[in-house]
């Protein structure tokens, strides 16, 4: 008997023969426990006729890591019936993120709560929320009520918008932790800013406030660290930031800024890095800034499969950590062939396989492996508007992505995967989630 449990675990032992079933009302019941609060997701459980299941973990991390198993057992059992096994697991990485880009177009809690969901089920425990871009300043900052009052109500297509309150980002990150995972927020600088330029006017060199901007195109905004206006803002958008945003990381963007030198840029870069390090949490960076940084605590995200690795090579040889999300695997707002109705292609088509069957060991050749954080799953929505597209889009790649950054290789096999991918399609739909089904192994 095969369980289509997935991320892969590291070691599974069934024993022939015994069951354990659920009890009639549903009602799960799993027992352990784990030493102390902590990031450490090792686990053990195990399941017998006459004990149920149990875990034992040695840290909080480990012990929603068996809870996530533990769930899929129920869910994916036939009559409520889970045979008696053992397992003995641990990720790979310990960064397994997902960034959802609430810029271009607007997600608020509701959705982002179905996300964590979602995520927690399988083991990935970092949302990169995304909020700030060209088309939309999407979170409050108590000392700046003018990015809210101006440059909130708008999105790409010209949109109604939103933006996350403190109240609601607290609501967030809180639900988050509540099941493992660690919000992460990115304010994107010094590019995809039009949206500040156009609520601060002094952010301008001209003095004027910009327009607001509801297309796609890149490249074409930038703050200015010469201008007067600029340290103060950086200051009270980053510290509220980091104020409203729990654990040790702040994604700061840095990527496609066109319209600097790169003296100008690596002032800048170098500006924000040691300001995010100065209130205590460490800067994360898109790959653009990697021969800017100065601080081995700063973290690189490749993004761009398209370009030469060599700066974050180099970036890595001198201490930097970096997270894989390269955009011909985990780029999830690619199209998954030429006929999908939704997503772009600038990274290719991005089919289920395509988003499984690759090693972050070996991606990037030359990448000293010790210097890899974890792995991240990426949706930007220029092109999607509803919660049914987002999901869409999601799954069912965001699981092949989520057992590329648990599972070690020996664990993982594609063919494997895609027989087991087909069992969890009634755990989406139960959820009333959104998935495309016709790039789906075995339908």
């Known amino acids: 008997m095969s369980l ?5 675990p590291t070691v599974l032992t069934l024993a022939d023969g015994e069951q354990y079933r659920v009890p009639e009302d549903g009602e799960l019941v799993v027992s352990g426990g784990f030493g102390e609060v902590g990031e450490d997701a090792s686990y053990t459980l195990s399941v017998t006729a006459e004990r149920g299941i149990e875990f034992t973990a ?15 057992l129920l869910e994916l059992s036939v009559d409520g019936v889970v045979p008696a096994l053992e397992i003995i697991d641990a990720p790979r990485y310990p960064w397994r993120g997902l960034m959802i880009d609430i810029s271009r177009h607007f997600f608020g809690p509701d959705t982002l709560r179905k996300v964590i969901d979602l995520a927690a089920r399988y083991k990935l425990n970092v949302l990169h929320l995304h909020l700030t871009d060209d088309q939309g300043w999407r979170l409050e900052v108590p ?26 980002l607290a609501e967030v990150t809180s639900y ?42 890149v490249g074409h905004s930038t703050l200015r660290l010469e201008l007067a206006e600029t340290e103060g803002f950086l200051a009270d958008v980053i510290g ?4 409203q945003t729990p654990g040790d990381f702040l994604h700061v963007g840095g990527d496609e800024v066109r319209l600097l030198t790169p003296e100008e840029y690596t002032a800048f870069v170098r500006h924000v890095e040691a300001l995010v390090l100065g ?3 460490r800067p994360v960076f898109w790959q653009e800034a990697a021969p800017a940084l100065q601080d081995r605590r700063s973290v690189l995200q490749w993004w761009d499969s398209n370009a030469d690795p060599a700066e974050v090579i180099a970036a890595a040889r001198r201490g930097h950590q970096i997270i894989l999300s390269p955009g011909n695997r985990t780029y999830l707002d690619m199209k998954y062939d030429a006929s999908s109705p939704l997503g772009q292609t600038w990274a290719g088509l991005v089919d289920v396989r395509d988003s499984y069957d690759w090693d972050p060991a070996t991606v990037i050749p030359d990448l ?23 999901f869409s889009m999601l799954l069912p790649r965001l699981v092949a992505v989520a057992e590329v950054a648990w599972s070690a290789p020996d664990v993982r096999d594609w063919e494997a995967f895609a027989e087991d991918l087909p069992a969890h399609v009634p755990l989406w739909e139960s959820r009333g989630l959104a998935h495309t089904e016709r790039p789906l192994p075995g339908r």
């Open 4 to 8: 289509p449990l997935i991320p892969a």
């Open 58 to 72: 040695n840290q909080s991390a480990g012990a929603q890591a068996a809870s996530a198993t533990a769930m899929q």
């Open 143 to 168: 000392a700046r009520p003018e990015l809210i009052e101006r440059s909130s109500s708008s999105e790409v297509g010209g949109g109604p918008g939103g933006f996350l309150s403190v109240a609601d």
């Open 176 to 217: 988050a932790a509540e099941q493992g995972i660690t919000v992460v927020g990115e304010i994107d600088l010094p590019g995809h800013t039009a949206a500040a330029l156009h609520a601060v006017p002094g952010l301008n060199s001209d003095g004027e406030a910009r327009e607001i901007y509801t297309g796609i195109d």
């Open 240 to 243: 509220a930031l980091v104020e």
């Open 279 to 281: 209130l205590g949490k």
């Open 368 to 390: 000293p492996p010790e210097s890899i954080l974890g792995v991240e799953a990426a949706l930007w929505t220029e092109t999607i508007e509803t919660e049914d597209d987002l």
